[in-house]
């Protein structure tokens, strides 16, 4: 019974609701479940076939911020993945005037921003470069900074947007 990839995520946030609405206006993701009090929200990403991929509980605006990484194990980030790099460039202009990007970097193998929500918990939004134009990246922990504009062009170049 192998496992053929990661189907959702569940996050503990200050409030659902407040989640949501980002999601929705920054991210375009809709909600499929929406308990009537805010108490958690299910929703789906624009183009999923996924039933929900990511949902969020409400625990209150007393709790903390998140140590995970500094002072606490945890989660890291969710990555979403958009198909060409001009919806990449297109998240990165809505993240932007959310003010919730925070930077972009070229891992070689995949191009990518990253952002936080409205809990100061990070996620990324990516693109994967085609797997046959991966070369020695797929075996190496690239960091780079991204270059959007001159990625997109040199893509171009090879037929992929």
């Known amino acids: 019974m192998p496992i053929t990839g990661m189907n959702h995520a569940v996050l503990y946030?200050?409030?659902?609701?407040?989640?949501?609405?980002?999601?929705?206006?920054?991210l375009g993701f809709s909600t499929i479940i929406d308990h009537p009090k805010g108490e958690y929200v299910f929703m789906r990403a624009p183009?999923?076939?996924n039933h929900h991929d990511i949902a969020f509980f409400s625990i209150g605006a007393q709790a903390g911020a998140s140590e995970a990484g500094?002072?606490?194990?945890?989660m890291y980030h969710i990555?979403?993945?958009?198909?060409?790099?001009?919806?990449?460039?297109?998240?990165?202009?809505?993240l932007e005037a959310a003010g919730a990007l925070k930077g972009a970097s070229d891992h070689g193998a995949?191009?990518?921003?990253?952002a936080h929500d409205p809990d100061g918990l990070?996620?990324?939004?990516?693109?994967?470069?085609?797997?046959?134009?991966?070369?020695?990246?797929?075996?190496?922990a690239i960091?780079?900074?991204?270059?959007?504009?001159?990625?997109?062009?040199?893509?171009?170049?090879?037929?992929l947007q």
């Open 47 to 49: 183009a999923s076939a």
């Open 79 to 94: 990555a979403w993945q958009v198909p060409t790099l001009a919806d990449l460039d297109e998240m990165r202009k809505r």
């Open 13 to 26: 946030v200050r409030d659902a609701r407040l989640t949501q609405r980002f999601y929705e206006e920054v």
């Open 122 to 140: 990070e996620f990324e939004v990516m693109w994967l470069v085609p797997a046959e134009l991966w070369g020695a990246a797929e075996h190496e």
């Open 70 to 74: 500094r002072r606490t194990v945890g």
């Open 110 to 114: 995949n191009k990518s921003l990253y």
């Open 143 to 159: 960091v780079k900074p991204l270059d959007l504009a001159g990625e997109r062009s040199h893509f171009a170049a090879v037929g």
